[in-house]
Structures are given as C-alpha cells and as structure tokens.
C-alpha cells in the first residue's frame, strides 16, 4: 500500500514557476515508477510525465516538454514536478501515481494522490 500527497499547488503568472512536490509512506518508494498527471475543469485526465524507479528513465508530454522536469528523491520518499514556463492552459489539478511497473502514458497505475491546484493567470 501505497500513500500519495501533494503539496505546492497555487496561483502564479504566466511565465512564472511552480515546483510541485509528492511525499509517499511506506519503505519501498524507490520500488515504484511514479507520474503526473492533470485534470482540467470539463476535460479528461491528461498524462504529464512519468520517472523510472531509479530515476533513469523519464518522459514527458509534448505539451510539457522542455517546460516541465519531474524528478525523485528515494532518500525522502519524493517525487517532484518542477514547472518552468507556465501557460494558463497549465491550469489544472495535478496528481500524482505511482505504480511497480514504469509507463509512458495513462495506462494503469495503482495509487493516486488527491491532486494539488495549480492556477496560471493571464
């Protein structure tokens, strides 16, 4: 079992950065691949990045790519999504995952958090 919580959602200008963070329990982090992923009013679930279990492997969403760096740290059970660049098409809900196996995309990962506000103004 796997606990996920976000934190460091908010309000921020366009242009500006936000770095994301998602604390885990339990001993065995650094067995799981995690992700990101968001939500925006009146859409679907959209995959933003996800990062192997060593940190190795990363990928990215197209629409992120170059703005957005997600990374882990195992010591502190922590995932991190690092948003440079912001748009306000960024606005959403960002979640994070966390799944023994790594993916690319949405597929099917086991535990969710309960998601952080990001809002990108004009």
């Known amino acids: 079992q796997v606990q996920l919580v976000e934190s460091g959602g908010g309000l921020v200008q366009a242009g500006g950065s936000l770095r994301l963070s998602c604390a885990a329990s339990g001993r065995t982090f650094g067995s799981y691949a995690m992700a990101w992923f968001r939500q925006a009013p009146g859409k679907d679930r959209e995959f933003v990045s996800s990062?192997?279990?060593?940190?190795?492997?990363?990928y990215y969403a197209e629409s992120v790519k170059g703005r957005f760096t997600i990374s882990r740290d195992n010591a502190k059970n922590t995932v991190y999504l690092q948003m440079n660049s912001l748009k306000p098409e960024d606005t959403a809900v960002y979640s994070c995952a966390a799944d023994l196996y790594f993916k690319t995309g949405l597929g099917t990962w086991a535990y969710w958090g309960q998601g952080t506000q990001v809002t990108v103004s004009s």
């Open positions: 990062i192997s279990s060593s940190g190795g492997s990363t």
